[in-house]
T-cell receptor
C-alpha cells in the first residue's frame, strides 16, 4: 500500500521561515509534488522533485531524500497570502496502466501578523 | 487560455439519488483525473481518463463511474448516493497521463442529505 504523513497544522509569523515535512511509504515511486490550496479554492501546483536534493522557486523550495522516503517544502519570507493548505503528493505506479498522484491529508499553514 | 471548468459548482441531493458531474479540461489537455476531497482525508484519487479510456482507478466502490468524450470533456457519475459521498469533487487535467503537474478545477461541492 501507500501512505503519506504530514503535520495537520503549522503556525508561523509574517517574514519567518516555515518547513512542512512529508514522509511517505509507497511502491513504484517516481517523484514528490507539492500543491497549495487556499480555502475554497482549487489546488495549484508548486513544485516537483524526482531526484534527491533541493529545488528552489522564488520564496518556495522543496527537498527530497529518496533513501529516507522524506521530503519537505520550505517557505521563506512568509506573507499573509501564504495562509493555505499544503499537500504533498507522491507520483507512483500502483499497478494501473498509468502512474497516479496519491495525496497526503494536507498541512494547514496559518501565517500570523 | 481558459482553466479547468466544472459544473455544477454546488449540488444538493438526497440519499439514493444519482448525480452526474462535468469537467472541461484546459484546451489541448487530453488527460482528466477525478479526486474526492473530504475534511481530514485529503484528496483521494477516483480515476483517470485519457483518450476516452480509463487508465487508472482508485479504491472506490462501483457506484462511482466516469467517462471521457472525444473532445476530452469528462463526466463522473455517482449512483445510489450515501451521506458519506458528501464532498468536494475535483477534476484535474494534464497534457498526458501520469504527469506530476495537474491543473485543478474549482470543484463541485456535493451535499447528500
Amino acid at each position: 500500500g501507500q501512505s503519506l504523513e504530514q503535520p495537520s497544522e503549522v503556525t508561523a509569523v509574517e517574514g519567518a521561515i516555515v518547513q512542512i515535512n512529508c514522509t511517505y511509504q509507497t511502491s513504484g515511486f517516481y517523484g514528490l509534488s507539492w500543491y497549495q490550496q487556499h480555502d475554497g479554492g482549487a489546488p495549484t501546483f508548486l513544485s516537483y522533485n524526482a531526484l534527491d536534493g533541493l529545488e528552489e522557486t522564488g520564496r518556495f523550495s522543496s527537498f527530497l531524500s529518496r533513501s529516507d522516503s522524506y521530503g519537505y517544502l520550505l517557505l521563506q519570507e512568509l506573507q499573509m497570502k501564504d495562509s493555505a493548505s499544503y499537500f504533498c503528493a507522491v507520483l507512483g505506479n500502483y499497478g494501473g496502466a498509468t502512474n497516479k498522484l496519491i495525496f497526503g491529508t494536507g498541512t494547514l499553514l496559518a501565517v500570523q501578523p | 487560455k481558459a482553466g479547468v471548468t466544472q459544473t455544477p459548482r454546488y449540488l444538493i441531493k438526497t440519499r439514493g439519488q444519482q448525480v452526474t458531474l462535468s469537467c472541461s479540461p484546459i484546451s489541448g489537455h487530453r488527460s482528466v483525473s477525478w479526486y474526492q476531497q473530504t475534511p481530514g482525508q485529503g484528496l483521494q484519487f477516483l480515476f483517470e481518463y485519457f483518450s476516452e479510456t480509463q487508465r487508472n482507478k482508485g479504491n472506490f466502490p462501483g457506484r462511482f463511474s466516469g467517462r471521457q468524450f472525444s473532445n476530452s470533456r469528462s463526466e463522473m457519475n455517482v449512483s445510489t448516493l450515501e451521506l458519506g459521498d458528501s464532498a468536494l469533487y475535483l477534476c484535474a487535467s494534464s497534457l498526458f497521463p501520469s504527469e506530476e503537474t495537474q491543473y485543478f478545477g474549482p470543484g463541485t461541492r456535493l451535499l447528500v442529505l
